[in-house]
């Protein structure tokens, strides 16, 4: 006999009459009129009576089970989640619905409960793997939804408590979480297990809370200190972990809540999340639910949705606007915070699949995500909406996993091909996406562990990261995969930290050495020979902390908006290291000019409330060691006046992507950027030509995504509410098809363990050339894996590829267009047994005043001769005395001067096996600030074009230093009758004209103590551009050696301006230069490398009136340079010789038609002249680590390219390097 049940709803209400089950959202119970929705069994609706009752009935769709992968180890347990779907798109959970049928194909493998509140709990009998099946029907259609279960003979080895808080104010709650870290290095969530047990040794000061089952919180009682203890009886042992926490007399100042966006489309949902801000200056999230509510004033537009476990969203019901508020009751008192959310009317009108590639390699997993393409033109994220839906045609090959926190991943298990299908209900409108994903069968060749530093501070997390190489040259990001298993050599130095979602992070306890490995664990997905290389290791140093620094120290916000704000921790060797989302505590002495705002992912923000000043103050407490340190805010009363909406590349090819930037432009004249603020909504008026895809609302600088759609012109708007002042601002996308896809260079030499940078160009059909490395459309591969693998950095838009054995190889691009159309490029890579032989630092001052900074770059010299430069968070870094001097890894490692005195600098790293070590000397002066100067290129730049801007400081000893990129400084545009932007580029600084006038340029910022101000005017001018002269004409460039040419463009009023920067620059045969066309990565535009012996035309061309104007020039390479005066030189072959024998070499020469011969000491001193200070190794790649030989019959001298010293040769005895000379 049918169980008849009724299902009861309207709107937002959803109850299932007699059933344990219910959700109902009590802003609802004024809707008294409802509907009724019957159904049996599975979700449980039956509808008897007449036919009436069919009227208005919300269809159930399908079940959702999460987690969709169970790994179990035998006798823990695992509680799973089961949700129905309805056609309307909403979400209910039924796990406690006894209708539904559970069950185990193998119960001597794994059970679960269907009685009373463990159902839906999982638990591990013996190892082995088992389906759970949940089955039921509906009005005659059956249900059925599974997952499978593995179960290992794990057995628990310890027990971690997961991120206490180190401190709780008095009355607040934070939940309770222990994990078993198991015998196969795997961890498993055990909370809710019944042989868990929580005891506080201080109940009078932190008490635990036992809210139901398996759920814990630690309550703040009374101020004092306390240890929290877990333990877990388990299988006749009894495991034990504590950890201490502290119990503040903090009292709530504010509730906040911590917004994602503000606006939704009607049918898609936001998350809510709320912190508070203690009298300690403490942010501290209530992740509790208890005394929290939440609230819609319009429930017509927006709802709240209770999604369980202290998680809440508000979802968009239809178009308007509603106030969101959130209330806190907590020690009798109430705390109150609201937004205003706008609900657009905006449609989903398509779903895109985001894998981060369309291969992935069996045994591994990669994140996927599912974004939907509103009709507005915004593109949203949709991962984590409820009710989203996956399936893969072949299972066996692919399977999608619900990780249970809104996020997804696809799991390949065997060679083949799969679709993976999403679905997703809005408003009633089921839509679907598919994406074809290949499962390779390569195996692992080896693993690299790779971190930015390789020292870190006690009691600071440092991220690592595992790189796989496969045998298809493929590199894989495999640090979240489950089957890793991470240890430390010596526990007492530092700890593994992997149970963050999305990296891993070893944590520094005490000074000292230690060792992090890696290896496969649960290997059961592909199984077989496949993880035989699947180990690693890296060395890490833990050095104490020796203070703290907020970086700048004086900052500048506008009232009503915000800025980012940056602490760095200075260690005891004198390295610095990134100090955000480590457990600040950041305090304003006056929150009602200036508060601090914290955005989560440790990335605070300072806001501007009122003009004024306030002291900001960070501290934090690293394992006994407490630091602090200040920065001075000042709020303007600069008001914002204008969106200006820039985009990378206003042309793109079909199906090609770039990024935009929306900043205020201020009274004052600052451009400020706010591309990431929540009030920030986008849009585009053609969204069959171009789409748009916010920033993340996370306070960090970011981008909005424009992804080409269709040929054709679509305007990208962006708008916000900035100080109660609505804003807009646009900027135009023309989207043409693309003609040809070319690699740079197109072929190169590295040698075993180096690496080198290709790039990827679309030739466009109007003519342009557009950087698309980091298009995730394109495919890329090597011919021989095993010579050369590549990695993609998609964040710095950049392909590496890395020698691994010597040989010849070719690195392959392709990409398919929109309109079906391939495009494919190669770039043939060489592999060379060089091997390093020296490392060398040269800072690129060797004279700093106090306060200041300057890069250090690093140089490998190969066996070769050959010298590279190599990324400085390569190698370990240090100082003398961190008191003088401390030093930041980066790409080139900053180096900031403290105070006065000489210090040294010191790198080391490991190259082929060996180690090198490399160190300089740097004086620190007392020489102060005495004035700013700035220039620009030329002194009037075109409407629509942009000229670029320096700013150099006066030293009191008569030097002067460029600090265009100095963090202290402000820069503005004061006059506001004339358009003109300030755009800037990896450090470099532009002024772009956008209307006739004058603009006046000002920059201003206390430097080393001293307040500096200069101001520079640039005329904006409305010219036509005539012609286009390249200077040079010709010239002739040695092969690796990178020449400037630049483009001087003469206007029809008579004037020239130099174009560089906005022409687009071609070389007519890249086989013989390459040349730069890209400033996207802080690339000079112009620059000609040569690769090969030959010569070419190079061209620089711009639009001006519709008119294509077009300058010409040719480089011609050789293996040789020219100095005027001289005569031409060779490049030296990187063997050390003897002087006899370097005489006879240079006399046999036959480069070129011979006629060489030994230099004069006067020739190699103009050699030096013309490639000053280091300039050989740096621009030319030449071998500087020891001297050069001269013609010993004209001197007794030789003379070292570092530095231009002149010492005595003694015949027959040092050798040295050679290059030859011929007039």
Avoid at 1097 to 1126: L, P, Q, Y
Wanted: proline residues 3%; negative net charge; glycine residues 8%.
């Amino acid at each position: 006999m049918d169980k008849r049940l009724r299902l009861v709803r309207a709107g937002n209400i959803t109850a299932f009459n007699g059933l344990k089950s219910a959700h109902i959202n009590t802003a609802f119970f004024y809707m008294i009129r409802l509907f009724m929705v019957c159904f049996t069994a599975l979700v449980m609706v039956a509808c008897g009576g007449s036919s009436n009752d069919d009227e208005g009935k919300v269809a159930v769709e399908r079940l959702i089970i999460t987690p969709t992968e169970i790994n179990l180890p035998v006798g823990l347990e695992q509680q799973v989640k089961i949700e129905a779907v309805f056609a309307d798109g909403q979400v209910l959970d039924v796990t406690q619905d006894a209708e539904l049928n559970l069950s185990s194909d193998d119960a001597s493998v794994a059970t679960i409960s269907t009685q009373g509140d463990s159902r839906g709990t999982i638990k591990g009998v013996a190892s082995g793997v088992a389906t759970i099946a949940v089955s039921g029907s509906v009005n005659g259609t059956q249900f059925a939804e599974k997952v499978q279960v593995t179960i290992t003979d794990a057995v628990v080895e310890e027990l971690l408590i997961d991120d206490i808080p180190p401190s709780i104010a008095v009355g607040l709650a934070q939940p309770l979480t222990v994990r078993a870290r198991m015998s196969d290095g795997s961890t498993v969530d055990i909370t809710a297990h019944s042989g868990v047990r929580w005891s506080s040794d201080r109940a009078q000061i932190a008490a635990i809370l036992n809210k139901s089952i398996g759920i814990y919180q630690i309550v703040g009682v009374a101020p004092g200190e306390a240890t929290i203890t877990a333990t877990f009886d388990f299988d006749g042992r009894v495991f034990e972990v504590s950890a201490p926490i502290v119990v503040t007399n903090a009292v709530i100042e504010h509730l906040l809540i911590k917004q994602t966006a503000s606006s939704v489309a009607a049918g898609l949902s936001l998350p809510l999340a709320a912190q508070v801000r203690l009298s300690d200056g403490q942010l501290q999230d209530v992740r509790a639910p208890s005394g929290l509510s939440w609230k819609s004033s319009n429930p017509q537009v927006a709802v709240i949705v209770d999604r369980g476990a202290g998680r809440f969203q508000v979802k968009g019901v239809a178009p308007g606007t509603a106030t969101i508020s959130s209330t806190l009751e907590m020690n009798g008192r109430s705390f109150t915070s609201v937004f205003q959310l706008t609900v657009t009317n905006a449609q989903v009108e398509q779903l895109v699949i985001k894998p981060t590639g369309s291969n992935i390699v069996a045994g591994f997993s990669e994140p996927i995500m599912v974004k939907a393409r509103l009709s507005d033109g915004q593109v949203v994220d949709v991962t984590a909406q409820a009710g989203l839906s996956w399936r893969s045609s072949n299972p066996d090959v692919a399977t999608i996993v619900n990780k249970g926190d809104g996020s997804y991943q696809v799991v390949g298990l065997k060679a083949g091909s799969t679709t993976i299908t999403v679905s997703l209900n809005i408003n009633g409108k089921l839509l679907t996406s598919e994406f074809e994903i290949q499962v390779l069968d390569a195996v692992v060749n080896h693993v690299e562990l790779i971190s930015v530093s390789s020292s870190v501070p006690v009691g600071v997390g440092l991220e690592l990261k595992a790189i796989a190489t496969m045998s298809d040259g493929n590199k894989l990001d495999i640090t979240n995969d489950d089957i890793l298993v991470w240890r430390v050599s010596d526990p007492t130095i530092g700890e593994v930290l992997n149970n963050r979602v999305d990296r891993v992070l070893f944590r520094g306890l005490t000074p000292g050495v230690t060792t992090v490995t890696l290896s496969g664990g649960q290997a059961s997905r592909a199984g077989g020979s496949m993880f035989d290389n699947l180990n690693a290791s890296i060395t890490l140093t833990v050095f104490a902390v020796e203070r703290l620094d907020i970086v700048p120290s004086t900052i500048s916000v506008a009232h009503g908006l915000s800025a980012p704000l940056s602490a760095f921790l200075t260690m005891t060797n004198g390295q610095t290291f990134d100090a955000m989302g480590n457990n600040l505590i950041w305090r304003s002495s006056d929150p009602a000019t200036a508060e601090v705002i914290d955005t989560g992912a440790g990335k605070p923000l300072v806001k501007g409330n009122k003009p004024g000043t306030a002291t900001l103050t960070a501290t934090a407490e690293f394992f006994g060691k407490s630091v602090e340190a200040t920065a001075v805010v000042t709020v303007t009363e600069a008001v914002a006046e204008r969106l200006v909406v820039t985009a990378d590349n206003t042309s793109l090819g079909l199906g090609m992507s770039t990024v935009a930037l929306a900043q205020v432009r201020l009274s004052d004249g600052q451009l400020v950027d706010i591309s990431s603020d929540v009030s920030v909504i986008w849009g585009s008026n053609a969204p069959t030509v171009a789409t748009v895809t916010s920033a993340e609302a996370d306070g960090a600088p970011g981008y909005a995504y424009i992804d080409s759609a269709g040929v054709g012109t679509a305007t990208i708007s962006a708008t916000a509410t900035v100080s109660g002042r609505m804003l807009s601002g646009s900027v135009e996308i023309k989207v043409v098809t693309a003609k040809s896809l070319t690699l740079i260079p197109p072929s190169t030499s590295i040698v075993v363990g180096g690496s080198t940078v290709i790039e990827a160009q679309v030739e466009l059909d109007d003519g342009q050339l557009v950087d698309v490395t980091s298009d995730e459309g394109l495919e890329w591969s090597s011919s021989d894996p095993q010579t050369a693998s590549f990695t993609h950095r998609w964040t710095d838009g950049e392909v590496w590829v890395t020698g691994l054995r010597p040989g010849q190889t070719t690195i392959t691009a392709v990409g398919v267009t929109l309109d079906n159309q391939e495009l494919r490029a190669s770039s043939e890579v060489t592999v060379t047994d060089a091997i390093a032989t020296a490392l060398t630092i040269v800072p690129d001052a060797a004279d700093l005043p106090a306060g200041l900074s300057t890069d250090v770059k690093a140089y490998l010299t190969l066996s070769d001769g050959s010298v590279t430069e190599i990324s400085g968070d390569r190698l370990s870094w240090a100082t003398s005395d961190a008191n003088l001097a401390t030093v930041t890894p980066s790409a080139s490692a900053v180096l900031r001067a403290m105070a006065p005195g000489r210090v040294e600098v010191t790198a080391s790293g490991t190259f082929n096996e060996r180690p090198f070590e490399a160190r300089a000397w740097l004086n620190i002066t007392d020489a102060i600030v005495s004035q700013l100067r700035l220039t620009s290129d030329s002194p009037y730049v075109v409407e629509g074009m942009s000229t670029e801007l320096k700013a150099f400081i006066r030293l009191s000893n008569g030097s002067e230093l460029d600090v265009t990129n100095s963090s202290e400084l402000t820069w503005s545009q004061t006059n506001t009758s004339v358009n003109a932007d300030l755009p800037t580029n990896q450090g470099r600084r532009f002024i772009r004209g956008n209307s006739v006038g004058i603009a006046m340029i000002e920059a201003q910022g206390t430097i080393n103590g001293q307040t500096v101000a200069a101001t520079l005017p640039v005329e904006v001018v409305s010219a036509s551009i005539e012609s286009i002269e390249v200077i040079p004409s010709f010239a002739d460039v040695a092969i690796g050696q990178p020449v400037q040419f630049t483009a001087r463009a003469r206007l029809d009023n008579g004037n020239t301006l130099n174009v560089t920067e906005s022409a687009t620059w071609r070389s007519e045969n890249t086989n013989v230069v390459t040349v730069s066309n890209s400033s996207s990565r802080g690339i000079v535009r112009g620059i000609v490398r040569g690769i090969g012996e030959g010569s070419t035309e190079i061209t620089a061309t711009m639009t001006s009136n519709d008119k294509s104007v077009v300058g010409r020039a040719t480089a011609k390479v050789n293996n040789f340079v020219v100095v005027n005066g001289v005569g031409q030189f060779s490049r030296p072959d990187g063997v050390m010789r003897r002087w006899l024998m370097a005489q006879r070499y240079c006399n046999t020469l036959t480069t070129n038609g011979g006629g060489w011969r030994a230099p004069t000491t006067n020739e190699m001193k103009s050699l030096y002249a013309a490639y000053p200070n280091g300039q050989a190794r740096s621009v030319l790649g030449w071998a500087t680590n020891d001297k050069y030989l001269t013609n010993f019959f004209n001197t007794n001298e030789y003379l070292d390219l570092e530095n231009g010293e002149v010492t005595p040769q003694r015949f027959g005895d040092n050798r040295g390097y050679i290059s030859c000379v011929r007039r």
